[in-house]
T-cell receptor
Framework: SQTIHQWPATLVQPVGSPLSLECTVE??????LYWYRQAAGRGLQLLFY??????ISSEVPQNLSASRPQDRQFILSSKKLLLSDSGFYLC???????????????FGPGTRLTVL | DAKTTQPPSMDCAEGRAANLPCNHS???????VYWYRQIHSQGPQYIIH???NNETNEMASLIITEDRKSSTLILPHATLRDTAVYYC????????FGKGTRLHILP
């Protein structure tokens, strides 16, 4: 069966510090991968998605970046965190099915980031 | 922007059926209706999806109107563990989450 991991689970960082959040998927190959952010009291916002190694699409311009160095590894980074970067960050994967079948996304446990 | 509208909150008595409505009047013919839920401080959990026909699985049933402009998620016997925010999504290419419905299960 497929599993998705995120770490760390919680993180407190000062403004201006760098960030690296990691997401890995097990039990599947060539998945689509996604990064979402959920700010307090708000819905989920898609930040990045990737359909393959080195292929990253950005949905929202910001001071965050994403990379996919390996097939089942997705990393969210920042060089300098802002207060507004605080939130709940979720990684998701989908099988990337083609044709008529739709592509269900499955979410990881999330990382709660607090920027002080 | 989300293509769906949902009531912000609902209450349901424990053991009763919870019926969560969703309007998606601008949905296109190839957009699936998806439902996820998010229990506090956890990632969203997939529940069910459908295109035209009603669907049922071990978690819930999904009733889609014939004109596909609205749908209802039914949790047949709600328990306290079903307390969560429920998201209705019209999926074409990417998932766009709205604010969902906060379901409170009353003991």
């Amino acid at each position: 069966s497929q599993t998705i991991h995120q770490w760390p689970a919680t993180l407190v960082q000062p403004v201006g510090s760098p960030l690296s959040l990691e997401c890995t998927v097990e039990g599947t190959s060539n998945p689509n991968l996604y990064w979402y952010r959920q700010a307090a009291g708000r819905g989920l916002q898609l930040l990045f998605y990737s359909v393959g190694i080195g292929q990253i699409s950005s949905e929202v311009p910001q001071n965050l970046s994403a990379s996919r160095p390996q097939d089942r590894q997705f990393i969210l980074s920042s060089k300098k965190l802002l207060l507004s970067d605080s939130g709940f960050y979720l990684c998701a994967w989908s099988p990337g099915l083609a044709g008529d079948e739709t592509d269900t996304q499955y979410f990881g446990p999330g990382t709660r980031l607090t920027v002080l | 922007d989300a293509k769906t509208t949902q009531p912000p909150s609902m209450d349901c008595a424990e053991g009763r059926a919870a019926n969560l409505p969703c309007n998606h009047s601008t949905i296109s013919g190839n957009e699936y209706v998806y439902w996820y839920r998010q229990i506090h401080s956890q990632g969203p959990q997939y529940i069910i999806h459908g295109l035209k026909n009603n669907e049922t699985n071990e978690m819930a049933s999904l009733i889609i109107t014939e004109d596909r402009k609205s749908s209802t998620l039914i949790l047949p016997h709600a328990t306290l563990r079903d307390t969560a925010v429920y998201y209705c999504i019209a999926l074409d290419d990417k998932i766009i989450f709205g604010k969902g419905t906060r379901l409170h299960i009353l003991p």
